[in-house]
T-cell receptor, first 109, second 114 residues
Framework: SQQGEEDPQALSIQEGENATMNCSYK?????LQWYRQNSGRGLVHLIL?????REKHSGRLRVTLDTSKKSSSLLITASRAADTASYFC?????????FGAGTTVTVRA | DVKVTQSSRYLVKRTGEKVFLECVQD?????MFWYRQDPGLGLRLIYF???????EKGDIPEGYSVSREKKERFSLILESASTNQTSMYLC?????????????FGEGSWLTVV
């Protein structure tokens, strides 16, 4: 069963713009992670935010977590063509990592 | 760097064939996972293993089995492949304790069943 659901499903932006995508989930979590997947490749871990954290930064990435609303957002600032990929949120509960269907981001040059 | 290696990137198999997908990780991780990924459905967990010879069913175990005889290797087996098992299969591994550890993924195996 899918735990996380990303929104929007697809996003197209101009290079240099910011990209924001959201993730909602259903049950309580230990942490939430964001992954990137380039076309036809495996997933690469971007950032992990624990359930007691509200915001986390890593380079051009900013992740927020609101456990009261069961939602998270991923912001990519100053996007580049290389950021073109699918982005997935994944929630962790004990032994299991559950993924959403992902947001496909296209960065236009 | 952690490396998760899936032995086959692309496979084409016939309906009814027995299919083995192999995965090896080189970081002494306790946990290993098999996911399948289909458009619009994201990643769905098939099986996972938290130790040698241990396995647990995920969300969609039907039609699959797994084997973990050595810590570094986790195999996914399709006993009798069917066309609805055409998909991308992703192997992953992590240290014990998903609440604080990252999962590392292989590059994926594209399986087509004809």
């Amino acid at each position: 069963s899918q735990q996380g659901e990303e929104d929007p499903q697809a996003l197209s932006i101009q290079e240099g713009e910011n990209a924001t995508m959201n993730c909602s989930y259903k049950t309580s979590i230990n942490n939430l992670q964001w992954y990137r997947q380039n076309s036809g490749r495996g997933l690469v871990h971007l950032i992990l935010i624990r359930s007691n954290e509200r915001e986390k930064h890593s380079g051009r990435l900013r992740v927020t977590l609101d456990t009261s609303k069961k939602s998270s957002s991923l912001l990519i600032t100053a996007s580049r063509a290389a950021d073109t990929a699918s982005y997935f949120c994944a929630t962790t509960n004990d032994y299991k990592l559950s993924f959403g269907a992902g947001t496909t981001v296209t960065v236009r040059a | 760097d952690v490396k998760v290696t899936q032995s086959s990137r692309y496979l084409v198999k016939r309906t009814g064939e027995k299919v083995f997908l192999e995965c090896v990780q080189d970081m002494d991780h306790e946990n290993m996972f098999w996911y399948r990924q289909d458009p619009g459905l994201g990643l769905r967990l098939i099986y996972f293993s938290y130790d040698v010879k241990m396995k647990e069913k995920g969300d969609i175990p039907e039609g699959y089995s797994v084997s973990r005889e050595k810590k570094e290797r986790f195999s996914l087996i399709l006993e009798s492949a069917s066309t609805n098992q055409t998909s991308m299969y992703l192997c992953a591994s992590s240290l014990r304790g998903l609440t604080r550890n990252t999962i590392y993924f292989g590059e994926g195996s594209w399986l087509t069943v004809v």
